[in-house]
């Protein structure tokens, strides 16, 4: 069974930094990509990062170019989102997801083509 479990979240000044985590667990292939999605109240969930784990291939939105990178350890099963110059509308519940595909579903904003989901992480930025 395939978990992911998300940590990092938590209360920033506008201008700082978090770093997110997705601990994964139970793949059977080496072929899948995790991004990361994110929810503010009222609004639609939306893709703002994946990474590719054939061969480590990025994706970003344009929201957040420059100030969030992406980055896994494998030995760790993990991959990070840090965010810096965080700012208040970037204040949302984060969820980790996993795709058996690539990361153009993230891209589309295509949550239904997800395989997996986290429970998600409350991220909040103050001004």
């Known amino acids: 069974e395939v978990q992911l479990v998300e940590s990092g979240g938590g209360l920033v000044q506008a201008g700082g930094s978090l770093r997110l985590s997705c601990a994964a667990s139970?793949?059977?292939?080496?072929?899948?990509?995790i991004g990361w999605f994110r929810q503010a109240p009222g609004k639609e969930r939306k893709g703002v990062s994946c990474?590719?784990?054939?061969?480590?291939?990025?994706y970003y939105a344009d929201s957040v170019k420059g100030r969030f990178t992406i980055s896994s350890d494998n030995d760790k099963n993990t991959v990070y989102l840090q965010m810096n110059s965080l700012k208040p509308e970037d204040t949302a519940v984060y969820y980790c997801?996993?795709?058996?595909?690539?990361?153009?579903?993230?891209?589309?904003?295509?949550?239904?083509?997800?395989?997996?989901w986290g429970k998600g992480t409350l991220v909040t930025v103050s001004s």
């Open positions: 139970g793949f059977i292939s080496d072929d899948y990509a």
């Open positions: 997801a996993a795709t058996l595909t690539d990361c153009t579903v993230v891209a589309d904003n295509n949550r239904y083509g997800m395989d997996y």
């Open positions: 990474i590719s784990s054939s061969d480590g291939s990025t």
